[in-house]
């Protein structure tokens, strides 16, 4: 937009600017002072450069500056034209925001060289206010998915509050604002409980949605009480069918049954949980040898049994808690788990994944979360 009250300078842009203007590569609109401008922007809001007078009425130039610079458009730039001599209105129009200056009499080489440079900065910051906005959006879009994942978690403990026979408490922190670890847990029927929890590789919004993915077909097919091999046989053939980009899940599942004591487990590849004796000690479930779920379909899972005792309980965990780094570049690993474990007799379910939920961040403390860290606690009371 050129803004100035020499009726004369219209046809003289024009013309010079003719071959830009029929191939669009420029259009000009035209303005006479500052009020004609500012409702110009109104009715032509792409405009991205101002050449402006100074000296005009009703609002000259370096008041239509100020105006500008309320809109807060980082894309809008303005070129102040001033007579030859004039620094100390081009002083003036530089401090309230203009971009650059011509001197009068207009060289219109000049000119076009200033109008292709200031175009050029003002396509790389409508750029960049695109690529905000955008990143905006994805953030809030990740802030939803976030929300939209902690909602399918289950998040109310004690979750049966009528029962006394077993406790349960389970908690994941991301290490995005969406991750791809995963916990359940679900009464099969009066006294068997099923509970859940996987690790999905990769991070983010796609590890997010096949994590939505493996948990709504492990907890449907537990829920028809099939054993738990039986379970990740049937839920790998299915996730083998909806997995892309070669995403996987590891899986530890177990059937708990509050009348025995007996837990029936399956491995599909994940860390082996631990069992934490009543009288302090602890050992390591024996894994299955089974694989990842997601990978190879028709493959079968092996079903293992261990017996807890009243006051027993078991601890399962992702590798995001063994796998977390100090600032010496040291990793948490098995045997610092297994010290604290130790130290964990007659603990509640709660407390023990809290504990081990603080000492891991104490660990690592200074260091950002590379792995998203997930525990879930089951102690049997019988």
Known sequence: MVVDDEVDL????????????????YD?????????????????PDIGIILS??????MDGLTLLTKLKELKNPSLKTVIV??????????????????DFLTKPINFD????????????????????HEHDQLISIRHDLNVAREIQQGILPKTFPPFPNRTDFEIFANMVAAKEVGGDFYDFFMIDNDRLGFVIGDVSGKGIPAAIFMAVSRT?????????????????????????ESVSCMFVTVFYGIMNMKTGEMEYANAGHNPPYILKKDGTIEMVPTTGDIILGCFEDQPFKSEKVILS?????????????????KADEVYGDPRLESLLQ?????????IVMTIADDVNTYAMGVAQSDDITLLSLKYNG
């Open 343 to 351: 130290t964990m007799k007659d603990f509640s379910a709660e407390k």
């Open 310 to 326: 009243p006051g027993d309980g078991v601890l399962l965990f992702t590798d995001g808690v063994t796998e977390a780094f100090n």
């Open 82 to 99: 001033s007579a030859y001599g004039d620094m100390e209105n081009i002083r003036v129009a530089m401090n309230r925001g203009a971009f």
């Open 110 to 129: 000049d000119l076009e060289i200033t109008i292709n440079k200031t175009l050029e900065e003002t396509l790389i910051q409508r750029k960049a206010l």
């Open 53 to 58: 007078d100074i000296n005009m009425p009703e």
């Open 10 to 25: 219209e046809p003289l842009i024009r013309q010079k600017f003719r071959k830009q203007i029929r191939t669009g590569e």
């Open 28 to 44: 000009f609109v035209f303005a006479h002072n500052g009020l004609e401008a500012l409702a110009s922007l109104i009715e032509f």
């Open 217 to 241: 077909l492990i907890r449907a097919t537990g829920l028809k009480g099939m054993p738990a091999g039986e379970c990740m046989h049937y839920a790998n053939n299915l996730l083998c069918n």
